[in-house]
Antibody, heavy 122, light 108 residues
C-alpha cells in the first residue's frame, strides 16, 4: 500500500524558515517524480514544486521561486521542502504527492499524503 | 500561465441524478487535463487523466470528455459518497501546472 506521510508543519513568524518532510512507502520511491501541492485554508489547490526521480531536475511555482528548495533522499525514501523567507500568504496545508508514471513527469498525482499545516503569523 | 475556470461554483443535485461539471481553459491544453475529487478533511483523489481516462479504481459512473479549451466531468448517477468538491487541472504548459477553483457538488 502506497503511503505518504508529511511532517514539519508548525506556526512560524513572517520571514522565518521551515523544513517539511514526506516519508514514502509502498512503492519504489526512486522511480518517481515527486511534488509538493498546497491548499490555503478554505481555498483551492496550488502546485508548488517538483523534483525528478533522480533529483536532477527541479521546478517551482513563481510564487515560491527563490525562497523554497525541494530535495529528496532516495536512500531514505524521503522528500523535503525547505521554506525560507516565509510570508503570510504561504499559510496552507502542504501535500506531498506522487507522480503517476514511472520515470516521467506527468503532473498527474495518483497518491497524496494527508498534508501538514504551515501557519505563517506574527 | 493557463487559467482554468470551473462552472458552476456550486451544483445542487439529488442522489441518482446526473451531474455535469465544466472546466474551461484560457488557451488550448490539448487533452492534458485531469479531474480530482476532494472530500472534507481528505486529500484530493485522482479521478480522470488525459481528459477521458479513468484512474485506477474509479467507478465507471465517472467519465470525462473534451479537448482544447472545453472539458466536462460527468457523473452518470450520483451516489451519496460523490458529494464533494471537484477540481480540474491542466499539465499542458508546465511549469506550472494549474488547477481550477473547484466546483462544490452538494446534496439538494
Amino acid at each position: 500500500e502506497v503511503q505518504l506521510v508529511e511532517s514539519g508543519g508548525v506556526v512560524v513568524q513572517p520571514g522565518g524558515s521551515l523544513r517539511l518532510s514526506c516519508a514514502a512507502s509502498g512503492f519504489t520511491f526512486d522511480d518517481y517524480t515527486m511534488h509538493w501541492v498546497r491548499q490555503a485554508p478554505g481555498k483551492g489547490l496550488e502546485w508548488v514544486s517538483l523534483i525528478s526521480w533522480d533529483g536532477g531536475s527541479t521546478y517551482y511555482a513563481d510564487s515560491v521561486k527563490g525562497r523554497f528548495t525541494i530535495s529528496r533522499d532516495n536512500s531514505k525514501n524521503s522528500l523535503y521542502l525547505q521554506m525560507n523567507s516565509l510570508r503570510t500568504e504561504d499559510t496552507a496545508l502542504y501535500y506531498c504527492a506522487k507522480d503517476s508514471i514511472v520515470g516521467a513527469t506527468t503532473y498527474y498525482f495518483d497518491y497524496w499524503g494527508q498534508g501538514t499545516l504551515v501557519t505563517v503569523s506574527s | 500561465e493557463i487559467v482554468l475556470t470551473q462552472s458552476p461554483a456550486t451544483l445542487s443535485l439529488s442522489p441518482g441524478e446526473r451531474a455535469t461539471l465544466s472546466c474551461r481553459a484560457s488557451q488550448s491544453v490539448s487533452s492534458y487535463l485531469a479531474w480530482y475529487q476532494q472530500k472534507p478533511g481528505q486529500a484530493p483523489r485522482l479521478l480522470i487523466y488525459d481528459a477521458s481516462n479513468r484512474a485506477t479504481g474509479i467507478p465507471a459512473r465517472f467519465s470525462g470528455s473534451g479537448s482544447g479549451t472545453d472539458f466536462t466531468l460527468t457523473i452518470s448517477s450520483l451516489e451519496p459518497e460523490d458529494f464533494a468538491v471537484y477540481y480540474c487541472q491542466q499539465r499542458s504548459n508546465w511549469p506550472p501546472s494549474t488547477f481550477g477553483q473547484g466546483t462544490k457538488l452538494e446534496i439538494k
